[in-house]
Nanobody
Protein backbone atom coordinates (compact mmCIF):
# COMPACT_ATOMS: atom_id res chain seq x y z
CA UNK A 1 0.00 0.00 0.00
CA UNK A 2 0.96 3.60 -0.57
CA UNK A 3 -0.44 6.31 1.66
CA UNK A 4 -0.69 9.89 0.44
CA UNK A 5 -1.35 12.93 2.60
CA UNK A 6 -1.92 16.35 1.07
CA UNK A 7 -1.58 19.70 2.79
CA UNK A 8 -1.21 23.37 1.95
CA UNK A 9 -4.67 24.23 0.69
CA UNK A 10 -6.47 27.37 1.78
CA UNK A 11 -8.25 30.51 0.69
CA UNK A 12 -6.51 33.20 -1.33
CA UNK A 13 -7.43 36.12 -3.52
CA UNK A 14 -7.01 36.02 -7.26
CA UNK A 15 -3.39 36.53 -8.23
CA UNK A 16 -2.15 34.90 -5.05
CA UNK A 17 -0.07 31.78 -4.54
CA UNK A 18 -0.25 28.51 -2.64
CA UNK A 19 2.04 25.52 -2.39
CA UNK A 20 0.51 22.11 -1.96
CA UNK A 21 2.47 19.20 -0.52
CA UNK A 22 1.90 15.48 -0.84
CA UNK A 23 3.80 13.15 1.45
CA UNK A 24 3.98 9.52 0.37
CA UNK A 25 4.61 6.60 2.71
CA UNK A 26 4.46 2.85 2.54
CA UNK A 27 5.50 0.92 -0.57
CA UNK A 28 6.39 3.98 -2.60
CA UNK A 29 8.43 1.85 -5.02
CA UNK A 30 5.08 0.66 -6.34
CA UNK A 31 4.62 3.89 -8.26
CA UNK A 32 6.68 5.77 -10.83
CA UNK A 33 4.39 8.70 -11.39
CA UNK A 34 2.84 11.22 -9.04
CA UNK A 35 -0.01 13.39 -10.19
CA UNK A 36 -2.08 16.29 -8.96
CA UNK A 37 -5.75 16.33 -9.84
CA UNK A 38 -8.58 18.68 -8.97
CA UNK A 39 -12.32 18.46 -8.79
CA UNK A 40 -14.72 21.37 -8.58
CA UNK A 41 -18.33 20.89 -7.45
CA UNK A 42 -20.40 19.37 -10.23
CA UNK A 43 -17.39 18.73 -12.44
CA UNK A 44 -15.27 15.73 -13.27
CA UNK A 45 -11.89 15.21 -11.70
CA UNK A 46 -9.19 16.54 -14.01
CA UNK A 47 -5.45 16.14 -14.21
CA UNK A 48 -3.45 19.23 -13.34
CA UNK A 49 0.17 18.09 -13.41
CA UNK A 50 2.31 14.99 -13.09
CA UNK A 51 5.90 14.08 -12.45
CA UNK A 52 7.73 10.86 -13.17
CA UNK A 53 9.69 10.24 -10.00
CA UNK A 54 12.63 8.46 -11.65
CA UNK A 55 13.69 10.94 -14.31
CA UNK A 56 11.77 13.99 -13.15
CA UNK A 57 9.80 14.54 -16.37
CA UNK A 58 6.86 16.85 -15.78
CA UNK A 59 3.56 17.38 -17.56
CA UNK A 60 0.87 20.03 -17.19
CA UNK A 61 -2.67 20.72 -18.23
CA UNK A 62 -2.91 23.61 -20.66
CA UNK A 63 -5.01 25.55 -18.17
CA UNK A 64 -2.16 25.75 -15.65
CA UNK A 65 0.96 25.89 -17.83
CA UNK A 66 3.17 28.79 -16.87
CA UNK A 67 1.39 29.22 -13.52
CA UNK A 68 1.80 25.89 -11.71
CA UNK A 69 5.00 23.95 -11.09
CA UNK A 70 5.23 20.36 -9.89
CA UNK A 71 8.40 19.23 -8.15
CA UNK A 72 9.66 16.52 -5.86
CA UNK A 73 11.96 15.97 -2.93
CA UNK A 74 12.88 12.30 -3.05
CA UNK A 75 14.61 12.43 0.31
CA UNK A 76 11.32 13.47 1.89
CA UNK A 77 9.06 11.35 -0.35
CA UNK A 78 7.21 14.55 -1.06
CA UNK A 79 5.73 16.06 -4.19
CA UNK A 80 4.84 19.74 -4.38
CA UNK A 81 2.53 21.82 -6.50
CA UNK A 82 3.47 25.48 -6.53
CA UNK A 83 0.48 27.47 -7.73
CA UNK A 84 0.99 31.08 -8.76
CA UNK A 85 -1.30 33.66 -10.36
CA UNK A 86 -4.29 31.80 -9.03
CA UNK A 87 -7.68 32.39 -10.64
CA UNK A 88 -11.18 31.82 -9.29
CA UNK A 89 -11.55 28.94 -11.75
CA UNK A 90 -8.71 27.16 -9.93
CA UNK A 91 -11.06 26.69 -6.99
CA UNK A 92 -11.41 22.96 -6.34
CA UNK A 93 -10.47 20.08 -4.11
CA UNK A 94 -6.94 19.08 -5.05
CA UNK A 95 -5.87 15.45 -4.86
CA UNK A 96 -2.51 13.77 -5.00
CA UNK A 97 -2.27 10.42 -6.76
CA UNK A 98 0.36 7.76 -7.36
CA UNK A 99 0.57 5.01 -9.93
CA UNK A 100 2.64 3.09 -12.42
CA UNK A 101 2.29 4.72 -15.83
CA UNK A 102 4.09 4.42 -19.14
CA UNK A 103 6.29 7.40 -19.79
CA UNK A 104 4.55 10.07 -21.81
CA UNK A 105 1.07 9.37 -20.57
CA UNK A 106 -1.76 9.19 -20.19
CA UNK A 107 -0.74 11.02 -17.03
CA UNK A 108 -4.10 12.86 -17.01
CA UNK A 109 -6.13 9.68 -16.73
CA UNK A 110 -7.86 9.27 -13.38
CA UNK A 111 -8.00 5.49 -13.79
CA UNK A 112 -4.24 5.26 -14.33
CA UNK A 113 -3.54 5.94 -10.67
CA UNK A 114 -4.00 3.34 -7.98
CA UNK A 115 -3.40 5.40 -4.85
CA UNK A 116 -5.12 8.63 -3.85
CA UNK A 117 -4.95 11.09 -1.00
CA UNK A 118 -7.94 12.61 0.76
CA UNK A 119 -7.60 16.00 -0.87
CA UNK A 120 -7.00 19.57 0.20
CA UNK A 121 -9.35 22.44 -0.60
CA UNK A 122 -8.19 25.44 -2.60
CA UNK A 123 -10.50 28.44 -2.81
CA UNK A 124 -9.66 31.50 -4.91
CA UNK A 125 -11.81 34.59 -4.54
CA UNK A 126 -12.08 37.38 -7.08
Amino acid sequence: QVQLVESGGGSVQAGGSLRLSCVASGYTYRSNCMGWFRQAPGKEREGVAAIYTGGGSTYYADSVKGRFTISQDNAKNTVYLQMNSLKPEDTAMYYCAAGILPHGGPWWGVYEYRYWGQGTQVTVSS
